[in-house]
């Protein structure tokens, strides 16, 4: 079946430094490609996407791009800051009905 | 955002009462998910529902019912509640054209004692 592979960490960076998350996916078809974050306390919002090879989503930014090769989809940002504190997921979509799969979550925490 | 509004977001419960969670959406969204969130297994799909009457298990759907009456509500029910279903619940929903994100409720934070 369909699975997405992060680290769970948490990953601990001073302001101000480059960020990236690794995400990689196993899927039939064609997926669309997902990050959502997650602050504390909230349910998930969509951070950005990417619906087919080579696209890259990009928000707030961060910036993804959708590796058809070597099935990746890795989260980056050149320098975040204390509010990017937060749970960042990386997920897939395949079939009429949207049915997403999730990875793990990565805990991000970004100190001053 | 989607205007998900989950019912209640905190709840107490004793080993193998019944609980029914509730999620309540002004958008008129078709699909409703129901998704677990636990340490170390992200977001695991309970059951889902792509229309009035039509759902649909997921992966993690033993000990869970749900019930979609109307359009705007999803109901989940935890038959006869068990602590390994201590956990956090959220509610999304989507319109389900070709690639349109979930939108989360804020969760409903679930202790069985």
């Known amino acids: 079946g369909d699975s997405v592979t992060q680290m769970e960490g948490p990953v601990t960076l001073s302001e101000e430094a480059f960020l990236t998350i690794n995400c990689t996916y196993t899927a039939t078809g064609y997926p669309s490609l997902f990050w959502y974050v997650q602050y504390p306390g909230e349910g998930l919002q969509l951070l950005l996407k990417?619906?087919?090879?080579?696209d890259k989503g990009s928000n707030k930014g961060f910036e993804a791009t959708y590796r058809k090769e070597t099935t990746s989809f890795h989260l980056e940002k050149g320098s975040v800051q204390v509010s990017d504190s937060a749970v960042y997921f990386c997920a897939l979509a395949t079939g009429g009905y949207q049915k997403v799969t999730f990875g793990i979550g990565t805990k991000l925490q970004v100190i001053p | 955002d989607a205007g998900i509004t989950q019912s209640p977001r905190h709840k107490v419960t004793e080993t193998g009462t019944p609980v029914t969670l509730r999620c309540h959406q002004t958008?008129?969204?078709?699909?409703m998910y129901w998704y677990r969130q636990d340490p170390g297994h992200g977001l695991r799909l309970i059951h889902y529902s792509y229309g009035v009457k039509d759902t649909d298990k997921g992966e993690v759907s033993d000990g869970y019912s749900v019930s979609r009456s109307k359009t705007e509500d999803f109901l989940l029910t935890l038959e006869s509640a068990t602590s390994s279903q201590t956990s956090v619940y959220f509610c999304?929903?989507?319109?389900?054209?070709?690639?349109?994100?979930?939108?989360f409720g804020n969760g409903t934070r679930l202790t069985v004692t």
């Open positions: 958008e008129n969204h078709r699909y």
């Open positions: 999304a929903t989507t319109g389900g054209y070709d690639n349109s994100p979930l939108h």
């Open positions: 990417a619906t087919k090879a080579d």
